[in-house]
């Protein structure tokens, strides 16, 4: 755990304790907000071949989750953490332009 804390640069376990708690929400929250968008679209496990709707539904996920990081990191006093490790996420995934971040 002192690892992780002076890799994210955390300075307390509570602060450490709030982070997992937000992934953790974030995680389920996003797959459960994932799966109505989906069938709005049409797009349902019935409808679409597995193959096919696995990745889109992972394609989905991943904006609808970096989106709730921020919102529920926000919620729980965590705002500059998660901005930066959102930044930091698109830039590895080279699609900072889409939010104006230099990669």
Do not use: C, D
């Amino acid at each position: 755990m002192k690892k992780l804390k002076e890799k994210w640069g955390l300075t307390s376990n509570f602060q450490l304790a709030i982070i997992f708690i937000v992934f953790a929400i974030t995680g389920s929250t996003s797959a459960y907000i994932t799966r109505p968008i989906l069938a709005l679209l049409g797009i349902t496990k019935e409808s679409l071949h597995w193959l096919i709707y696995w990745p889109l539904s992972l394609i989905l996920i991943l904006p609808v989750y970096k989106v709730l990081l921020i919102i529920i990191g926000t919620i729980f006093g965590q705002h500059t953490f998660f901005w930066n490790f959102v930044k930091k996420m698109l830039i590895r995934m080279k699609l900072g332009f889409l939010y104006g971040i230099k990669n």
